[in-house]
């Protein structure tokens, strides 16, 4: 089956820094990969997605991520973080063969402080 | 262009009662799944609605089911509600079915309470 983890709960940045968020699945072979980011009472927001060819994706808000085949990682990275990018953030990987839904990661809350 | 909307926002139960939850997918998408985000946790997949039939169903018991209109809005039904099935439910929509590879638009969920 399918899984995707998160290693970091909770990370907390200094506004300006640059960010890393990790993200390893469990896959077979190549899978759709997704990042999200929830707000406070609010529903998921697609930051960006991966399907194939370039393993660099740009996404909105200024988020790239990087697909790694050898390490089955799908890190997501900020070059300098915005008080307003306090929020949860999940990875997901989604169905190519049909037969498996959007699996989620358990998440990572950013914090930042000034 | 609406997104996803789904109502209501909140919904406060006992146990034992049943809830319906209601889902409009964003305009051109005809395909609704279902999620349930429990505290702390990742939302978990329910099941997928696509042509007005459910094609693809997660791991939850039959007292969650569900139904998808030819306007392709969607409703999540809940039996025999227990303290557990309290959580953020999550709504997505997107295009072309469970074989597509268009991503997922969710949401703002509605929180479910029971006591």
């Known amino acids: 089956a399918q899984s995707v983890t998160q290693p970091d709960i909770h990370i907390t940045v200094s506004e300006g820094a640059s960010l890393e968020l990790r993200c390893n699945y469990s896959?077979?072979?190549?899978?759709?990969l997704f990042w999200y980011v929830q707000s406070p009472g609010q529903g998921l927001q697609l930051l960006l997605k991966y399907f194939s060819g370039d393993t660099l994706v740009q996404g909105i808000k200024g988020f790239e991520a990087e697909f790694k085949r050898s390490q089955s990682s799908f890190n997501l990275r900020k070059p300098s973080v915005h008080w307003s990018d306090a929020a949860e953030y999940f990875c997901a990987v989604g169905p190519i063969s049909g037969n498996t839904p959007l699996v989620f990661g358990k998440g990572t809350r950013l914090s930042v402080i000034a | 262009d609406a997104g996803v909307t789904q109502s209501p926002t909140h919904l406060i139960k006992t146990r034992g009662q049943q809830v319906t939850l209601r889902c409009s997918p964003k305009?051109?998408?005809?395909?609704v799944s279902w999620y349930q985000q429990a505290l702390g946790q990742g939302p978990q997949f329910i099941f997928q609605y696509y042509e007005e039939e459910e094609r693809q169903r997660g791991n939850f018991p039959d007292r969650f089911s569900g139904h998808q209109f030819p306007n392709y809005s969607s409703e999540l039904n809940v039996n025999a509600l227990l303290l557990g099935d309290s959580a953020l439910y999550l709504c997505?929509?997107?295009?072309?079915?469970?074989?597509?590879?268009?991503?997922?638009?969710f949401g703002d969920g509605t929180r479910l309470s029971i006591l």
């Open positions: 896959y077979g072979a190549t899978p759709y």
């Open positions: 305009s051109g998408h005809d395909t």
């Open positions: 997505a929509s997107s295009l072309g079915g469970f074989y597509s590879n268009q991503p997922q638009h």
